[in-house]
């Protein structure tokens, strides 16, 4: 299955089932939601977590850059201007 074949509500989906199968392990306590199933989260939450998927599957499935992104506050070798 290809990034642009998933819905971003089955990767909130699943991502809401690893996070509390895994958090156990990560954090040696059980979440008060990780027994929750998807439908028992609050209406709210699962909205934020599928904006969230639906974002990061737009930003997976985005071309790469092919110039790495320049940070405004660096100048290029040779571009800097020095001044007194």
């Not at 509390?20 to 699962?46: C, I, M, T, Y």
């Not at 934020?48 to 660096?74: D, H, I, N, S």
Request: proline share 5%; net charge negative.
């Amino acid at each position: 299955m290809s990034i642009q074949e998933v819905s971003a509500e089955e990767l909130a989906k699943l991502f809401h089932h690893y996070e509390g199968a895994l958090s156990e392990d990560f954090h040696g306590l059980r979440k008060e939601d990780a027994s929750l199933s998807w439908e028992q989260v609050p209406q709210n939450e699962r909205e934020l977590m599928v904006a969230a998927a639906r974002l990061t599957l737009l930003e997976l499935g985005a071309p790469a850059e092919k110039e790495p992104v320049v940070r405004r506050y660096f100048a290029k070798p040779g571009e800097a201007n020095w001044g007194c």
